[in-house]
């Protein structure tokens, strides 16, 4: 004779399979998020080509290297200002301007 499982015991288990499908849902969040931080780390926001690391007069910048586009991390928009109070800002400008190349127009 087999018997009959309780009600108690049917929600413990339901209970139990619930919190386990949690707990993989949870995981597979977290690991969606952390490959697409992966995929965009270094990447130009504006067109998605790599991005290299350049130092200009001591604050690194990142710079695309298809589009020429520089990006500042955060800390380093307040040490570029502080260079200002040394008259650095025109000389990293300058830095970063020489960098740029002319990119050929398309078309004939």
Not at 35 to 40: L, N
Not at 80 to 94: E, N, P, W
Request: aromatic share 6%.
């Amino acid at each position: 004779m087999s018997e009959k499982p309780s009600r108690n015991e049917e929600e413990y288990f339901a209970r139990q399979e619930a919190e386990r499908l949690q707990k993989l849902r949870q995981s597979a969040e977290k690991e969606r998020v952390s490959a697409a931080r992966e995929a965009h780390y270094m990447k130009c926001p504006k067109c998605g080509a790599d991005l290299a690391h350049e130092d200009l007069h001591g604050i690194e910048v990142d710079r695309c290297l298809d589009c020429q586009g520089v990006w500042l991390d955060h800390g380093e928009t307040e040490r570029l200002l502080a260079t200002r109070d040394a008259g650095g800002v025109g000389k990293i400008f300058q830095s970063l301007f020489r960098g740029v190349k002319a990119k050929p127009a398309d078309g004939p």
